[in-house]
């Protein structure tokens, strides 16, 4: 059974930075996507990584301040948050789909985590 759960969340003022992991069990050679969903807002695409992390892609809005990375010894992917202003304010969710594409759309992931929250806050 395949098994995604985020972790990292918090608050943390703004310009500061947070590191959110996604870990995942019962599957292997999957391409994992960050999405977000701010309070009275629709989810978004945030990153995606193809399986062996060759490939990477990123919305604009995070574009320069956020890092996707993984870990396959680990089962485990990575976001480096840096620069985080309140407008990152949401529950980040980690999705799992079976073939990469630059398209992070989340219309084409099968499996989700329950999502972690991170609030951007002096």
């Known amino acids: 059974q395949l098994h995604l759960v985020e972790s990292g969340g918090g608050l943390v003022q703004p310009g500061g930075s947070l590191r959110l992991s996604c870990a995942y069990s019962?599957?292997?050679?999957?391409?994992i996507g960050w999405f977000r969903q701010a309070p009275g807002k629709e989810r978004e695409g945030v990153s995606c990584?193809?399986?062996?992390?060759?490939?990477?892609n990123y919305a604009d809005s995070v574009k320069g301040r956020f890092t996707i990375s993984r870990d396959n010894d680990k089962n485990t992917v990575y976001l480096q948050m840096n620069s985080l202003t309140p407008e990152d304010t949401a529950v980040y969710y980690c999705?799992?789909?079976?073939?990469?594409?630059?398209?992070?759309?989340?219309?084409?992931?099968?499996?989700w985590g329950q999502g972690t929250q991170v609030t951007v806050s002096s």
């Open positions: 999705a799992a789909k079976l073939v990469y594409s630059d398209t992070i759309d989340q219309r084409r992931y099968n499996y």
């Open positions: 019962g599957f292997t050679n999957y391409a």
């Open positions: 990584i193809s399986v062996n992390g060759g490939r990477t």
